[in-house]
């Protein structure tokens, strides 16, 4: 699989401005236009596709987000492996990180951090969707004692039903129960 990074935009938060132009030309090598900033990042710098950041400098008040959710993969460059720095990394969620020296090699960490930020993402959206439907688990039984009442079944019929409904409608279990709930019209198409 080949990755591409053309078109991309980057941030690399550095407070050495010769460290911040070699990135900058460095990333610029692999089509990604960057900009250095320093001491800290902007609103307006949650629209970039990438942040790469000095880890040991680095603090949590620098981020317009909260840790664990940036909006962008956060590739952190690391000089001084102490464990408090690496402890900060990792209660910031960064998606990958590169020693100082070894900048050369940014490729596969842009790599490894685009990949670990889609994960994350995933992740979110798999976390936030079980909670809807979480949300939802009264509706679903309801319709299922409305179906158990209105067909005289038990409630694995009555389920199987709802799933059925589902399946015709195209939406998850507990959409279709509040579809269901919603139209008595349909109440009979279970």
């Known amino acids: 699989m080949t990755y591409s990074f053309a078109g991309k935009h980057a941030l690399v938060l550095h407070p050495s401005a010769e460290m911040r132009d070699q990135l900058v030309r460095r990333l610029g090598t692999l089509g990604i236009k960057a900009e250095g900033r320093w001491p800290a990042l902007e609103e307006a710098d949650v629209r970039a596709d990438l942040l790469v950041l000095d880890l040991d400098r680095a603090e949590d008040g620098q981020f317009p987000w909260s840790p664990q959710s940036a909006p962008m993969p956060i590739l952190g460059l690391i000089g001084s492996e102490t464990p408090g720095r690496l402890e900060w990394a990792v209660r910031q969620g960064l998606d990958a990180y590169l020693p100082v020296n070894a900048t050369a090699n940014i490729y596969s960490a842009l790599v490894l951090g685009f990949a670990r930020f889609k994960e ?16 939802m688990r009264l509706e679903l039984l309801q319709a299922v004692l409305v179906i158990m009442r209105s067909e005289g079944v038990d409630e694995a019929t009555a389920l199987k039903k709802l799933r059925a409904f589902a399946m015709v409608e195209r939406v998850a279990l507990e959409d279709a129960a509040v579809r269901f709930l919603a139209r008595p019209a349909m109440r009979g198409q279970a």
């Open 120 to 135: 994350r993402i995933e992740t979110r959206r798999r976390e936030a969707e079980s909670n809807r439907r979480a949300s």
